[in-house]
RNA sequence: GCCGGGGUGGCGGAAUGGUAGACGCGGCGGUCUCAAACACCGUUGGCAGCGAUGUCGUGCGGGUUCGAGUCCCGCCCCCGGCACCA
């Protein structure tokens, strides 16, 4: 065996020696638990894979190899996330066709994941755009339908200008395409939704039972966005001044002017009601179209103005961060129906169609909204809620979520919490409203305008109804075609293709084709379940499968998906477990969030007439510029790897310059596992000379294996040496199996060095004892089995030069003893007043009693105790003793 | 503004309320070498001291405790997310 850390000379052939044994195809062993370990589904684009990228795959890995040396049915799948905007983008801009330029990535990607040693079972293996995976994609999507869970509907939808298509609310961040960063438009066009608002409550509930980050959660959670309050009706009048003149009324009819005007408003506290000074609408609002006929024409005039003012402008910029509060005055009047006070009714675009009713009482002595605007429009701030027990109000306006009522007629001196149940319940009661529920959560809008995607199994009969695809009839092929631009229309490139459109319905007559596709989020909804029987060819996965693997242990990527994919993903597990064909809730019982990996990237700043881009914060150079140029213009920062940075290393040049397990170790050791990064390739060096030690160490001690050890070992009569030499063992397999466990890596790389250590400073006795040299024989095994997660190919290499068959994976983790690893001394800190003066070294287990009369023997103690007098002893057993003197 | 996560040597970091700085990187000194690299040995928080040792020290200010990096209160700073959601 080689006895210096090597990778070229061995690595690669342990590589092809798992592969022809078929090393990681998924076991099932019956009467074992099982281990569900997947990371996220990645595209796979051009770039390749960078060491930032590896940062959860080996600690995936890491966990699944131990999982299975302990003794588990392990699933380690991989698959590719193929269809989508990703994927065609760079596909059009290639001039290839997404489907073979997909393929050639992804086999790109495994080779890199094959080259540091991912125990992936690639037999399992698909790609979202395989007809035999995207069939049951559209299986699910029709379970979806005929459980009213899936609808075309007319809406305001986010159009992408850039990438031409429809987007869903999740990928548009502060009114930009989340890809593209294009303004979306608004377009009002009948589009795919999915109905995932059914579930918010549900996917609310649910996150208390599953042990994710608790960031994650928490923005799923404001995402979701569920608040308690009440609903209820407003009555409006016409004040007089505005309203509109009789002999104007000509054309219209009298029953349209005398039915009853009113809307609805939400409130989340309905405790301020007697606070509301005025009402406002959203400019989109439909009462408004009733006031516009009521009032008179300078009314309507304004109205007309301010509502195509509101329509013209972009999401943005109508969101944009201090805007001034605007809004114009309706004429009409909305009466408070608990007072029965007349307030007047504003349009304003502080207020969203989107959310609630759309309209709102306002209440600017606790709102700050509300109380801008009232500031800007001169209008009452009454303060209706007073802190408990204080003389003085604060400066309005304030929110306060404890207090009493004041200035609120009957409710005066109430608690906000009464009032609120009091005042529901009477809204109840005299039916003018009642306690709602609200989510900001929107439906699921799953059709885009590209070619590149999974085909909807809609077809339309001429009348426009729409009817699935019969089961026999999927999957519904996407055609292969040459030109798959997007048309920019606002429909899909499908909608071009004749003999793609043209279809029978049912019933035999002409038919037409759903030409929008599905957004790449639906295929990566369920991934993870084809995983468990991805060979079923009648169905999507079988019960058994899934009630075997699901749900997954251990599911690690980015946090960039908190809210998209993992959302999603939990409403469709949640939905096939309503239809009975999932045995779980959730998909993912543990998530964990791997920290970015960042490169140094040189920057300069701009020259004279050079402008920055918005958030940039200097000129991106290359490496061969930042060497030219004055050290002092040159500007480092560290930032995520892409290739558009120029600042990626990928592992392949690891795997050359360092090796695959120096790589794989520096993955793990070099930061917890969740923070981010600063990368040197330096510090390969560091696991790369670990790993060196190790195997010197290992092809030193192997004369002294002895390979039945284990029968032998409790029976040979033990001594001091072989006693240290199994305590640093035992402990070594207790702290790496724990640290693994609970994905402290750095640490479980750390414990195995410090077990080095340990070992070599004991060195190998020249007169061995029978006893030392079993515990040799233990150490050296164990040290190897224990390195196999973190540095596969090194370990095996350790175990067949220890004289064994095989490879590590297979063989059985070894177990830690708790009293061999118990340490038999013990050092005891002495502190006098808290502060340490002494150490002694102690028996283990020595009673309270001998650690307080050793610790006031100790010279160094007594010196700091002359002149004082000993209040009290304090002793910790097996710890510290802290002498209190004064 | 709100929510979440963090601030520990030159650097990455470790530490169930009990010896702060494990482990590694880097630095320094040495061995090997014609020399260098590799490797190996030693050393490495600041200050004072030849030294034993003393003293300060986990973002800042308080508190609880025999004892606080760790718990509580009030701030400051950094990172991530959300952002007119009534």
Redesign the pocket.
């Known amino acids: 065996m080689l006895d210096r850390y090597l990778p070229a000379d061995f690595e690669p052939q342990w590589r092809a020696r798992w592969k022809e044994a078929d090393l990681f195809l998924t076991q099932i062993e019956p009467g074992r638990p099982k281990f569900y370990g997947l990371d996220f589904f990645p595209y796979p684009s051009g770039a390749g894979l960078s060491v930032g990228h590896c940062r959860n795959y080996v600690p995936t890995d890491a966990i699944c190899r131990m999982k299975r040396m302990q003794g588990f049915n392990v699933l380690h799948p991989m698959g590719f996330d193929a269809f989508g905007l990703p994927a065609e983008n760079e596909a059009i801009k290639r001039q290839r066709h997404p489907s073979e330029m997909i393929e050639e990535y992804a086999a790109n990607y495994r080779s890199q994941m094959d080259l540091i040693g991912i125990s992936y079972d690639w037999s399992r293996s698909f790609k979202s755009s395989d007809p035999d995976y995207y069939k049951w994609t559209q299986w699910i999507f029709k379970l979806l339908y005929e459980r009213g869970l899936a609808e075309r509907r007319m809406a305001a939808v986010n159009w992408d200008p850039v990438d031409m298509t429809v987007l869903a609310d999740e990928e548009v ?2 009114g930009r395409a989340e890809r593209s960063g294009a303004l979306v438009e608004k377009k009002y066009i009948p589009q795919w939704f999915f109905r995932i608002t059914d579930y918010a409550q549900r996917l609310l509930d649910d996150l208390d039972d599953i042990d994710w ?3 994650i959660k ?2 799923q ?3 979701i ?1 569920r ?1 308690e ?1 009440v609903e209820f009706e407003m009555e409006v009048v016409i004040d007089p001044e505005s309203i509109r003149p009789k002999e104007d009324d000509g054309d219209l009819e009298i029953e349209v002017l005398e039915k009853p005007l009113k809307f609805r408003v ?4 309905i405790d301020t009601i007697f606070g509301v000074t005025f009402c406002v609408l ?1 400019p989109e609002h439909p009462v408004v179209d009733q006031i516009l006929k009521r009032v008179n024409s300078q009314r309507k005039t304004e109205i007309d103005a301010y509502r195509q003012a509101a329509r013209e402008m972009s999401d943005i910029d ?4 201090g ?1 001034e ?1 605007s809004g114009v005055r309706t004429g009409a009047l909305a009466i408070n129906p608990l007072t029965n006070e007349a307030v007047p009714v504003f349009i304003a ?13 306002a ?1 600017p002595g606790h ?1 700050d ?1 509300d109380f ?1 605007f009232a500031e800007k429009y001169d209008l009452d701030v009454r303060p209706v809620i007073a802190p408990e027990g204080a003389d003085e109000l604060p400066d309005l306006p304030f929110s306060l979520k404890e207090g009493v009522l004041i200035n609120s007629g009957d409710f005066d001196g109430c608690s906000v919490a009464d009032a609120q149940a009091e005042l529901g319940q009477w809204f109840e009661t005299n039916e003018i409203g009642e306690r709602k529920v ?1 989510f ?1 959560l929107r439906d699921w809008l799953i059709s885009r305008q590209r070619y590149w995607g999974c085909p909807i199994p809609i077809v339309y009969d001429k009348e426009g109804h729409a009817e699935t695809v019969p089961d026999d009839a999927l999957p519904v092929l996407l055609p292969d075609v040459e030109s798959y631009e997007p048309s920019g229309d606002g429909t899909s490139p499908l909608a071009h293709m004749e003999e793609f459109v043209n279809v029978t319905t049912r019933d035999g007559n002409l038919g037409r084709r759903e030409t929008d596709t599905l957004g790449g989020f639906a295929c990566s909804s369920w991934y993870f379940l084809r995983f468990c029987d991805p060979f079923n060819e009648d169905k999507p996965f079988s019960p058994e499968s899934v009630a075997e693997w699901m749900p997954v242990d251990c599911y690690v990527g980015g ?2 998906h ?2 998209m994919h993992l959302l999603y993903a939990r409403f469709w597990t949640k939905v096939l477990y309503d239809a009975g064909l999932v045995s779980v809730k959730e998909p993912f019982q543990r998530l964990k969030n791997q920290g970015q990996v960042l490169g140094h990237t040189p920057y300069r700043a701009p020259r004279e007439g050079e402008k920055l881009g918005v958030g940039e914060e200097g000129i991106l150079i290359s490496y061969q510029e930042a060497e030219v140029l004055p050290a002092e213009d040159v500007i480092w920062r560290w930032v995520r790897m892409s290739k558009s940075k120029g600042n990626v290393v990928t592992p392949n040049e690891a795997v050359e310059q360092y090796g695959a397990d120096a790589l794989r170790l520096h993955e793990l ?4 596992f ?5 990368w ?1 390739n ?2 390969m ?6 790993l ?2 190790s195997l ?1 160490w290992v092809s030193d001690g192997r004369n002294h294996f002895e390979s039945e050890w284990s029968n032998r070992i409790d029976s040979a009569p033990a001594d001091e040496r072989s006693k240290r030499i199994r305590r640093v063992t035992h402990q070594l397999i207790a702290k790496a199996e724990s640290d693994i466990d609970r994905f ?1 890596f ?2 479980y ?2 414990a195995m ?2 077990a080095l ?1 340990s070992y ?1 400073e004991l060195g190998f006795a020249e007169q061995m004892s029978d006893a030392e040299r079993l515990a040799w024989s233990e150490a050296l095994e164990s040290f190897t089995l224990v390195l196999s997660p973190g540095a596969p190919h090194t370990a095996d290499e350790m175990w067949e030069g220890l004289g064994h068959f095989g490879f590590t994976l297979e063989a059985t983790w070894p177990q830690s003893n708790a009293s061999l690893a118990a340490d038999d001394q ?2 005891v ?1 002495v ?1 006098v ?5 002494d ?1 002694i070294a102690m028996p283990a287990g020595a009673p309270k009693e001998d650690m307080e009369e050793a610790a006031l023997a100790s010279e ?1 103690v007594q ?2 105790l002359s002149g004082v007098t000993i209040r ?1 002893v ?1 002793v ?1 057993p097996g ?2 003793v ?1 002498v ?1 003197a004064s």
Do not use: C
Not at 318 to 321: C, E, G, Y
């Open positions: 961040i502060a980050p608790e960031g928490q923005m959670r404001n995402w966005g608040s309050g939400f409130t989340t506290r959203a109508r969101q944009a961060v805007r509060k675009d502080y207020v969203l169609m989107g959310y609630g009713t759309g309209a709102i009482m209440v709102d909204r801008e609200n900001k946090a960039e908190a809210v050791f070099v930061a917890p969740d923070q981010s990064v600063n040197t330096e510090g060096n560091g696991t790369a000379r670990f060196s030690r010197k402290s750095n640490t790389v750390a060095m410090t250590n070599a013990i050092t800190a502190q007043n808290g502060k340490l003066r150490t160094k010196s700091h009290k304090i910790v710890k510290l802290n209190v």
